[in-house]
């Protein structure tokens, strides 16, 4: 801010409405590599958003926001973020007050026998990611990092080039780049893109007067109509609604919405489930996924498609029918919702039959 100067050589860049940091002014460019046609792609950490360079082999374009994609693994590895992309097979993602990090299933909650592994030989401190919330600290200089109020973790003092920063500070030579409220990454000053300062919340308007829209995994909670162009606004649980395409792609979460022509979705653990392709031969689906996920609150039901506990599937013709929450006896029926009889809508509305001429 205004009070904090940048040192010569260095400009002051905001990078939200709370915060800014000085970087290099100049862009270095992306992390070019090549791949084994000899063509050149993007390396690890590229921006795939604003290149003409594809991502590397093993690697995938991840959108971290609106304006901004990056080359990451597939999938994250155990103890690396997931707030961006999905965990290995065997791994679950588990959300701490600041950040979300990739942890075996039978470890989250700390009470196996993975959590003791990580103790030294003689018992008296914790290896890299062992759980120090007992009190015996952490080995090697180490630092105990406070996740939440039933867990601490043992990390190193520093992040490295490409990890998570929200809970440490960055190496020397590195800044912490915060992407938006769940990630953030420590990379390069001379490799920092360009993030636009996030439109101010309370605002229904653009500086032209036109309408706001909420971009691509923009928040759509309270307004289900603000999504821009062809996105939908999907609820993910009871306080938070999210801007997605109208079907989840290839490889893309489908726990709350359906996934596009020729794709299943196919429940990878008890929090994850995914979109694959079942006719590719490339697609290495395990035995154990299973296909049989249930649908969503306003998925299709149709067929063989079950819906999840506590929605009832309301079937509207041969051809479609859609899981819906089970009606409260006291309320009515608004516009364009199914009925029985008139007296089941709301104030101003009647029950219209059609027939199989009117569909």
């Known amino acids: 801010d205004s009070n904090k100067p940048c040192c010569e050589g260095l400009e002051c860049r905001e990078i939200d409405d709370n915060y800014s940091q000085c970087l290099v002014p100049s862009t270095a460019s992306p992390p070019l590599s090549t791949d084994k046609d000899g063509d050149l792609c993007l390396a690890e950490h590229g921006d795939c958003m604003n290149s003409s360079e594809a991502c590397c082999s093993g690697l995938k374009c991840i959108l971290l926001n609106e304006n901004f994609a990056q080359c990451r693994k597939e999938y994250a590895a155990e103890y690396e973020g997931c707030a961006v992309q999905p965990c290995m097979e065997g791994l679950t993602c588990v959300d701490y007050d600041n950040f979300s990090q990739c942890r075996k299933v039978s470890d989250v909650g700390g009470t196996n026998d993975d959590a003791e592994s ?38 190193e003092e520093f992040a490295k080039e490409g990890e998570d920063c929200t809970q440490l500070g960055c190496r020397s030579g590195l800044v912490c780049v915060k992407y938006n409220d769940y990630f953030a990454q420590c ?142 006896p006291d309320d009515c029926v608004v516009e364009f919702h199914e009925c029985s009889d008139s007296s089941e809508c709301c104030s101003g509305l009647s029950c219209v039959n059609y027939g199989p001429d009117d569909i």
């Open 187 to 328: 990379r390069k000053p001379s490799d920092v893109p360009e993030l636009p300062s996030e439109k101010d919340p309370d605002s229904d308007r653009e500086p032209d007067g036109s309408d706001v829209c909420e971009g691509l995994f923009g928040n759509c909670h309270d307004y289900p109509d603000s999504c821009c162009d062809d996105l939908v606004c999907i609820q993910l649980n009871d306080f938070f609604s999210q801007c997605r395409n109208h079907c989840a792609e290839k490889y893309h979460e489908c726990k709350h919405q359906d996934c596009c022509d020729g794709l299943e979705c196919y429940q990878r653990d008890e929090h994850y489930s995914q979109c694959r392709d079942p006719n590719d031969p490339d697609d290495d689906i395990d035995d154990d996924d299973n296909k049989d996920v249930c649908r969503p609150i306003w998925g299709e039901c149709t067929g063989d498609k079950t819906c999840c506990e506590g929605l009832n599937c309301v079937y509207f013709d041969d051809d479609y029918s859609q899981c819906q929450a089970p009606s409260d």
């Open 118 to 155: 990580l103790l030294s030989a003689d018992g008296t401190c914790h290896e890299k990611w062992g759980d120090c919330h007992d009190g015996k600290g952490c080995c090697n200089d180490l630092l105990c990092i406070k996740l939440n109020e039933f867990q601490s973790q043992c990390m």
